[in-house]
């Protein structure tokens, strides 16, 4: 169309993505034997986008690629934070990821938080049985909750609604101009200003409030030096935490579509033995639906990819979406088959929805087993519920970053 031409002539790539979303990068990559690559400039930068299991070790190499400057400030301001872990590099990454790998890779409190999500998710759906409910909506609410007193904030079901409202609206509208990006900038600033408070009481022994927790830790750490994080980044690390469980909740609208699309399914979650399927499931979830569009940084100095020169201060990013289509890494990468986690348990590490390389060295997301843990709990329970899904509209528009099922997943409650 004369769109599609127009776009396709434009130097800089903002736009068209802006426009296309996640079905626009898939159409401009060309393949380098095996692998994609892209060059084009997003705000106004010279970018290169690469696939494939060699673009992972490249990107993630702190050799080729730093994050320094290298997020752009719509971002910061929405979904990460001035001053966030995503931003650092070398020993102060390392220093601050540490603290996220204690929190958020500890068996005990993984299945600590794991059981507060059911408890929350069987008190919503008794709540509301017989009605019919807009299912993302619910899982937020459910998940802000639960996150939010497993991290040590005081929370009440009023505190836990807005929670839920304000770490969606940060994620929906990260990606986008206009009164999405406008409301995600509202929520962030809200959400830091309501946090400042909580870890000044944590810093001067508020009763009650659990070692363990992420309030605690976050407030409490000292660096080499002795010295405390800034209030404001604690702030920002404390919501680092909270938001993405939150989001967990488009995972599990995806869980509700593949239950209703291909019911076997649920069989096959109901004669789970041993929770492998339930694992399956998420990874599945995780491969199959979009979610991540990309992630990457700046390439910190000259360097090469396949015979690519990559100029030093490039964008290089990795295309997360391609790379779970790619039908060189993928059997039938259009077929929803969790089993393919079964048949072959080393392909799922080849899955990056959350990054690749090694959590602990790089900047993998810390919180894989939560999400994991969590929405193989969830589809369990959404697979034993009898719930019905009402005729709506079910689409997934690749427009939209990030995407969900229009309707939200409407279901009705047994
Ligand atoms: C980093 C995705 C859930 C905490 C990341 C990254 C991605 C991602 C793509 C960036 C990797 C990179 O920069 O190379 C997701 C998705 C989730 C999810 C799709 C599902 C909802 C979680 C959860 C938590 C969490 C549940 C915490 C409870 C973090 C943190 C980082 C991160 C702290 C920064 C790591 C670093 O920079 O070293 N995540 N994540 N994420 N995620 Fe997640």
Redesign the pocket.
């Known amino acids: 169309s004369t769109v599609a031409r127009f776009l396709r002539s434009l130097p800089d790539s903002t736009l068209p993505l802006a426009v296309r979303g996640y079905s626009w990068l898939p159409d401009r990559m060309s393949d380098v034997h095996g692998g994609g690559v892209l060059r084009t400039r997003v705000l106004g930068q010279p970018a290169i986008f690469l696939r494939g299991p060699e673009a992972v070790d490249f990107v993630?190499d702190e050799d080729h690629v730093v994050r320094r400057e290298a997020l752009p400030g719509p971002v910061l301001d929405t979904l990460f934070g001035r001053g966030a872990?995503?931003t650092l590099d070398g020993e102060s990454?390392r220093v601050r990821?540490g603290i996220?790998l204690g929190l958020?890779m500890d068996e005990r409190g993984v299945a600590d938080l794991q059981g507060r999500v059911v408890a929350g998710w069987r008190e919503w759906t008794a709540r509301h049985s017989g009605e019919e409910v807009v299912l993302f909506d619910g899982v937020a609410e459910v998940l802000a909750a639960a996150?939010s007193e497993w991290a040590g904030l005081p929370c009440s079901d009023a505190s836990a609604a807005g929670t839920a409202r304000d770490c969606v609206a940060m994620v929906d509208g990260f990606a986008t101009p206009g009164p999405r990006h406008f409301r995600a900038r509202r929520a962030r600033r809200e959400q830091e200003a309501s946090l400042l408070p909580v870890v000044e009481h944590a810093r001067t022994g508020r009763p009650g409030l659990a070692d363990g927790s992420a309030v605690a830790v976050l407030a409490r750490h000292r660096d080499a030096a002795g010295l405390p994080l800034a209030p404001h980044t604690v702030a920002v690390e404390i919501l680092?935490?909270v938001r993405?469980?939150v989001?967990?909740a488009?995972?599990v609208a995806f869980a509700a579509h593949a239950l209703h699309r291909w019911p076997d399914q649920r069989i096959a979650l109901l004669t789970d033995e041993d929770g492998s399927r339930a694992r399956a499931f998420a990874h599945e979830v995780r491969r199959f639906y979009p979610?991540?569009p990309f992630?990457g940084g700046l390439a910190w100095r000259d360097a090469a990819w396949r015979g690519q020169r990559i100029k030093a201060g490039t964008m290089v990013l990795l295309d997360?979406f391609g790379h779970h289509r790619d039908p060189a890494q993928w059997d039938h990468p259009r077929r929803f088959d969790p089993d393919r986690f079964l048949r072959e348990p080393g392909a799922v590490h080849r899955l990056i929805?959350?990054?690749g390389g090694d959590?602990a060295t790089?900047?993998?997301?810390?919180?894989?087993d939560?999400?994991v843990t969590v929405l193989a709990a969830l589809s369990t329970e959404l697979a034993s519920l009898g719930h019905t899904v009402p005729h709506q509209d079910l689409r997934i528009p690749l427009s939209r970053v990030p995407t969900l099922p229009r309707s939200g997943m409407r279901i009705r409650l047994p």
């Open positions: 993630y872990v995503h990454h990821k996220f958020l996150v680092n935490v993405p469980t989001a967990i488009w995972f979610f991540a992630v997360i929805p959350q990054g959590p790089g900047h993998r997301c810390p919180g894989e939560i999400t």
